[in-house]
């Protein structure tokens, strides 16, 4: 299995950045892609970024050319750097990892909380 824990949320004001990290232990050679996902309340879960083992990159396109998904490959560590931000960036941030061979699994990290005042 994958395990991955964040760190890096809190509060911030509108126009400001943030920094999240995610690190990952356990099977690491069998990680195709991670992500950021974000859930604001009383909302469905998104897709923020993702990189791909192969570094590839996407993005929402509400976070693009503000937000940039990054990779350690020595410290099996994830970055998402989150600049000009806006309250609506306001959710629960969450690390994902898709890993497997013939079969996916998702691991997601326990959620880090970003919220940008007005």
């Known amino acids: 299995q994958v395990q991955l824990v964040e760190s890096g949320g809190g509060l911030v004001q509108a126009g400001g950045s943030l920094r999240l990290s995610c690190a990952a232990s356990g099977r690491i050679a069998s990680i195709n892609a991670m992500g950021w996902y974000r859930q604001a309340p009383g909302k469905q879960r998104e897709l923020v970024a993702a990189i791909t083992s192969g570094g590839s990159t996407n993005y929402a396109d509400s976070v693009k050319g503000r937000f940039t998904i990054s990779r350690d490959n020595a410290k099996n560590t994830v970055y998402l750097q989150m600049n000009s931000l806006k309250p609506e960036d306001t959710a629960v941030y969450y690390c994902?990892?898709?890993?497997?061979?013939?079969?996916?699994?998702?691991?997601w990290g326990q959620g880090t909380q970003v919220t940008v005042s007005s």
């Open positions: 994902n990892a898709r890993w497997g061979g013939r079969v996916d699994f998702d691991s």
